[in-house]
């Protein structure tokens, strides 16, 4: 049998065999990922008293590995958007998100970072996602700490299904790059 007959074979075995390698490394480290995030806390309104309550001890956040609030970005990826945010804080919140390595992930605390809530009005950014791409939305004004750990469960699972890569800290993730596609498109 001729080299050029056998090649094809080995090449699909040595990519299928990548491909396994590759799926088990990646759940590896969404598992690690899902479970030990580090919290910047963007608390600017009244969702921050319902975001110390899920911190503290009776609805304790830390059971669900995300318990440090990281206060850099440089050493946090999950941005979680606590309250209200103005016009004038917009450009602040966006250095703020892209100061953060990648992979990193952003939630919507509240009615006001996901949509502006009831302050409707000039000065006030009708959602966070007008500039940064949110991941998980929570509703409430404020949200209960149930709903809270709800959302933060529903992140850890979204993070556990994506794919990750050792070596993928300049890789935007599924929704950074969805979101980036949807501002070039103006929409
Ligand atoms: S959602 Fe309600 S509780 Fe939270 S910051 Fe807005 S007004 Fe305050």
């Known amino acids: 049998m001729a080299d050029s007959d056998i090649a094809p074979i080995l090449t699909t075995r040595h990519e299928e065999a990548m491909g396994f390698f590759q799926r088990m490394v990646s759940k590896g480290l969404g598992w690690a990922r899902k479970y ?71 939630v919507a605390f509240g009615v006001c970072a996901s949509s502006g809530g009831f302050y409707d009005n000039y000065a006030v950014l009708q959602g966070i996602d007008r500039i940064i791409p949110v991941d998980v939305y929570i509703p409430g004004c404020p949200p209960r700490p149930e709903q809270v750990l709800d959302g933060l469960m529903m992140l850890q699972e979204k993070i556990g299904s994506q794919v990750h890569r050792i070596a ?9 790059a969805h979101h980036e596609r949807m501002l070039s498109a103006g929409k």
């Open 168 to 176: 993928d800290r300049g890789q935007p993730n599924a929704t950074a």
């Open 36 to 106: 030990s995030l580090f919290t910047y806390p963007y608390a600017t309104a009244c969702c921050g008293m319902e975001y110390m309550s899920v911190a503290a001890s009776r609805h304790d956040i830390s059971r669900f590995g995300a318990e440090f609030p990281r206060f850099s970005p440089r050493q946090a990826d999950l941005l979680m958007v606590v309250g209200t945010i103005n016009l004038k804080q917009a450009p602040i919140l966006k250095r703020v998100y892209e100061q953060m390595c990648e992979p990193k992930w952003v």
